[in-house]
């Protein structure tokens, strides 16, 4: 299997399976004397971290990360640095219990890759999805935490904005409170209304697709490359990339495609700084795939969790029809536990150009 790496010059390569003895990362492009340690990684796995509400699978991993390579203790200061070489990172997974997939070996769950990946390769990991599983996506989170240590005055957030029907109200939008209830939602109203919402989903054995939108803000001017470099593209690239994620959007996003230019075109005016002032951010911060100083807003859609306790019809590997209901432990929306990986997947594109705009052009924007 190729394609298990991702980014230019920031490069993170995942490997491992969602039943395998671990899973683990390598990181190639840090730049050197970076402060990192395990504990600041640990937070970011810590908001991804599975069992920590009923809204989430109750599959108990403590995702505890080692930085097995690429950091050596500072002479200036004690502590540990980067040393310019690969980080490789490792999680061991605990609370496998694969006999839950037993039922489902020779059968292809619907909304799953079990069929795709079977049809390609001739053989599929059954436990969990194997390499499929979103349990990949905690090493794109840990990847991320070192991201953002290079992205100096840049912060990157999340938030869930929609679940199923319930969309967020944006004038009770707080940051605040994205960390005050198990959904990363900004809006502390409709985060008790997802709560019944969503208990409801869970108890029918059934489940929901949600929309999460991340946002960095901080970002310089400049990041991008026109053409088949563009800073939007491989946002979405990122995005995409994501385990059920089946729509992106930067900015206006679809909604460009139903309003006049005159409502869609960010004007300007000169600023206090002698700089351009934008009056709006209807690009999501990118025009002509380059960064425009403005927020970076990107939105995703995330389709229901296809392992459910409803029954579904599919097949056999060997042709047979059948019906199939998927035990273990899953989440009702897993829209929820993608907001740390969007963000860890945002910080990542944005590590990478600007490592590449750094390259090519000599400047740090950042400084």
Same mark, same amino acid.
């Given at each position: 299997?190729?394609?298990?790496?991702?980014?230019?010059?920031?490069?993170?390569?995942?490997?491992?399976e969602s039943h395998g003895p671990s899973i683990g990362c390598v990181v190639d492009g840090c730049p050197p004397g970076i402060s990192l340690t395990e504990a600041e990684i640990q937070v970011e796995l810590d908001r991804r971290?599975?069992?920590?509400?009923?809204? +989430?699978?109750?599959?108990?991993?403590?995702?505890?990360?080692?930085?097995?390579?690429?950091?050596?203790?500072?002479?200036?200061?004690?502590?540990?640095?980067?040393?310019?070489?690969?980080?490789?990172?490792?999680?061991?997974?605990?609370?496998?219990?694969?006999? !839950?997939?037993?039922?489902?070996?020779?059968?292809?769950? @619907?909304?799953?890759?079990?069929?795709?990946?079977?049809?390609?390769?001739?053989?599929?990991?059954?436990?969990?999805?194997?390499?499929?599983?979103?349990?990949?996506? /905690?090493?794109?989170?840990?990847?991320?935490?070192?991201?953002?240590?290079?992205?100096?005055?840049?912060?990157?957030?999340?938030?869930?904005?929609?679940?199923?029907?319930?969309?967020?109200?944006?004038?009770?939008?707080?940051?605040?409170?994205?960390?005050?209830?198990?959904?990363? &939602?900004?809006?502390?109203?409709?985060?008790?209304?997802?709560?019944?919402?969503? *208990?409801?989903?869970?108890?029918?054995?059934?489940?929901?697709?949600?929309?999460?939108?991340?946002?960095?803000?901080?970002?310089?001017?400049?990041?991008?490359?026109?053409?088949?470099?563009?800073?939007?593209?491989?946002?979405? /690239?990122?995005?995409?990339?994501?385990?059920?994620?089946?729509?992106?959007?930067?900015?206006?996003?679809?909604?460009?495609?139903?309003?006049?230019?005159? *409502?869609?075109? *960010?004007?300007?005016?000169?600023?206090?700084?002698?700089?351009?002032?934008?009056?709006?951010?209807?690009?999501?911060?990118?025009?002509?795939?380059?960064? +425009?100083?403005? @927020?970076?807003?990107?939105?995703?859609?995330?389709? @229901?969790?296809?392992?459910?306790?409803?029954?579904?019809?599919?097949?056999?590997?060997?042709?047979?029809?059948?019906?199939?209901?998927?035990?273990?432990?899953?989440?009702? &929306?897993?829209?929820?536990?993608?907001?740390?990986?969007?963000?860890?997947?945002?910080?990542?594109?944005?590590? !990478?150009?600007?490592?590449?705009?750094?390259?090519? +052009?000599?400047? !740090?924007?950042?400084?």
């Open positions: 299997m190729s394609h298990n790496s991702f980014g230019h010059l920031f490069r993170v390569t995942t490997w491992g971290r599975p069992g920590q509400s009923r809204f +989430t699978t109750q599959r108990q991993e403590p995702d505890q990360v080692r930085i097995l390579s690429g950091v050596f203790e500072d002479d200036k200061t004690g502590g540990p640095v980067t040393t310019g070489t690969s980080i490789s990172l490792l999680i061991e997974n605990v609370d496998q219990r694969s006999k !839950d997939y037993s039922d489902i070996r020779e059968r292809y769950r @619907p909304g799953h890759a079990d069929y795709t990946y079977d049809a390609k390769y001739g053989v599929r990991d059954y436990r969990g999805g194997g390499r499929s599983s979103a349990r990949e996506t /905690a090493m794109r989170v840990a990847a991320g935490a070192i991201a953002r240590k290079i992205l100096k005055g840049v912060t990157v957030r999340g938030a869930l904005v929609r679940i199923g029907e319930h969309e967020i109200d944006r004038n009770r939008w707080s940051w605040d409170e994205v960390g005050n209830n198990p959904f990363f &939602c900004p809006d502390a109203v409709m985060a008790e209304r997802w709560a019944d919402y969503l *208990d409801g989903i869970r108890k029918a054995g059934s489940s929901v697709g949600a929309v999460v939108e991340v946002i960095a803000e901080g970002v310089p001017v400049g990041l991008g490359e026109p053409i088949y470099g563009k800073l939007d593209a491989d946002i979405a /690239a990122a995005m995409m990339s994501i385990n059920a994620v089946k729509g992106v959007e930067i900015g206006n996003g679809f909604e460009a495609g139903s309003i006049r230019g005159e *409502d869609n075109a *960010d004007e300007m005016r000169m600023g206090n700084d002698g700089k351009p002032l934008f009056l709006s951010n209807h690009a999501g911060g990118v025009l002509g795939g380059i960064s +425009t100083g403005q @927020p970076v807003v990107a939105r995703f859609a995330v389709k @229901p969790t296809s392992s459910m306790l409803t029954s579904m019809r599919s097949v056999t590997r060997s042709g047979d029809d059948v019906d199939v209901m998927t035990k273990g432990r899953h989440d009702p &929306c897993v829209g929820i536990r993608a907001v740390p990986v969007g963000e860890a997947m945002l910080a990542i594109v944005l590590a !990478d150009h600007y490592l590449r705009n750094r390259g090519q +052009t000599g400047a !740090d924007a950042l400084a």
